[in-house]
């Protein structure tokens, strides 16, 4: 099996605790112990809002303000090789390629962004299908794909099962203008549409989620289904 986790900075480092990043390395060392073959890409949180808010006042550009951010993820990229010691590439993948040679080496591969414009959301939704992965896994800061943003309206609707399709309209109306809320970007959800990929948004704070998610398909989250694709994966009975 092989899967591609994206974990928010926020969610793996929100606080620079290095217990609550040797916990998600160890989720990952376990599902790679047990065969899996295991990709990560790591956002940028709090820490990069901070710099490029930062760096929007001194005047950067948009472009640099993403380089800015691409470089944050990179170094919680780090962070996680860290925890995870000898079983990841201990370089920072830099595109698909190195992902991907990491991989077909047997090494858990880990990486922030890839150019300015594109989310680590997008990143992993890409890498996904570069990679031919069976499932990704997004490990945000809310347990699911909601209707609406649940902090700010109290009607909003949890989705437990959406297809792709289904996903993109969801996403797209929360995806408009400064502050989005939506837990997965517009143009990762156009991805995961293309590629057909089964995906997961899942409450990643509690890492152990992730773990269950990809081994049996419990997570309490979204399910992200495409159309015809009845039955549970295999892999999941196997587990």
């Given at each position: 099996?092989?899967?591609?986790?994206?974990?928010?900075?926020?969610?793996?480092?929100?606080?620079?605790?290095?217990?609550?990043?040797?916990?998600?390395?160890?989720?990952?060392?376990?599902?790679a112990?047990?065969?899996c073959s295991?990709?990560?890409?790591?956002?940028?949180?709090?820490?990069?809002?901070?710099?490029?808010?930062?760096?929007?006042?001194?005047?950067?550009?948009?472009?640099?303000?993403?380089?800015?951010?691409i470089d944050v993820t990179r170094i919680n990229a780090r962070l996680l090789i860290a925890a995870l010691g000898a079983d990841a590439d201990p370089k920072v993948a830099q595109d698909y390629e190195?992902?991907?040679?990491?991989?077909?080496?047997?090494?858990?591969?880990?990486?922030?962004?890839?150019?300015?414009?594109?989310?680590?959301?997008?990143?992993?939704?890409?890498?996904?299908?570069?990679?031919?992965?069976?499932?990704?896994v997004y490990a945000t800061s809310v347990d699911g794909v909601y209707?609406?943003?649940?902090?700010?309206?109290?009607?909003?609707?949890?989705?437990?099962?959406?297809?792709?399709?289904?996903?993109v309209d969801v996403i797209a109306p929360m995806s408009r203008g400064a502050g989005a809320s939506a837990p997965v970007d517009l143009l990762a959800a156009k991805?995961?549409?293309r590629s057909g990929m089964r995906t997961i948004v899942l409450d990643g704070t509690d890492p152990d989620r992730i773990g269950t998610a990809v081994r049996r398909g419990d997570h309490g989250g979204t399910d992200v289904v495409p159309a015809g694709d009845d039955g549970e994966p295999t892999y999941w009975a196997e587990g």
């Open positions: 099996m092989r899967v591609v986790v994206c974990i928010g900075g926020s969610v793996l480092a929100p606080d620079l605790d290095p217990r609550r990043v040797e916990a998600h390395g160890e989720v990952i060392e376990g599902l112990a047990e065969g295991v990709a990560a890409v790591v956002g940028g949180g709090g820490v990069a809002r901070d710099y490029i808010g930062t760096a929007r006042e001194l005047g950067a550009n948009e472009v640099q303000l993403d380089r800015i951010g190195d992902a991907g040679d990491a991989l077909r080496r047997g090494d858990v591969s880990v990486m922030g962004g890839v150019m300015p414009g594109q989310t680590t959301d997008a990143v992993a939704a890409a890498l996904a299908e570069y990679v031919g992965a069976d499932l990704l209707s609406a943003d649940p902090d700010a309206d109290a009607d909003a609707e949890k989705y437990g099962r959406l297809t792709p399709a289904e996903l991805l995961i549409e």
